[in-house]
């Protein structure tokens, strides 16, 4: 995920982003095994298919770790590490003021004017 502009699909993530259009944060599933995975998950490594299902994850998750990103324009975008409450980490945009490991977070989803909607997380208890 890139830290500033526009996001733009790239056909595989595209449950991923018609959920985050209805503010769901859906993220693959192994069908067989149960196992979640992050949203750029191309198989499952538990079981060999490269055939995961897409489910709704309930969009919680803890902070792991989490960087800030200047951009050309100046602008700084938090980009964080976290683990989702059903067990994948994914890469993603963090809000909070006060960043620390194992911050109880929540997925919110922003519909910019351009480009897709995409997930921030924010603090759980704000
Ligand atoms: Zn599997």
């Known amino acids: ?10 056909g595989r993530g595209d449950p991923f982003f018609d959920g ?12 067989s095994c149960e196992r979640w995975f ?3 998950a191309t198989g499952c490594p538990g079981c060999g298919t490269d055939d995961l299902a897409w489910a709704e994850a309930t969009g919680e998750a803890v902070l792991v770790s989490w960087a800030v990103a200047h951009s ?8 964080a590490l976290v683990e989702l409450a059903e067990g994948p980490w994914m890469y993603t ?3 909070t003021d006060s960043p620390r490991a194992g911050l109880p977070l ?4 922003v519909h910019p004017d351009e ?8 603090e759980r208890d704000r």
């Open 72 to 79: 050309r324009t100046g602008e700084t975008a938090p980009l």
């Open 115 to 122: 480009g897709e909607s995409y997930p921030v997380f924010e």
């Open 106 to 109: 929540r997925a919110r989803f």
């Open 38 to 40: 992050a949203p750029d």
């Open 1 to 10: 995920m890139t830290a500033a502009g526009p996001i733009r699909r790239d």
């Open 93 to 95: 945009r963090l809000e």
């Open 20 to 31: 985050a259009a209805e503010d769901r944060l859906v993220v693959p599933r192994c069908a």
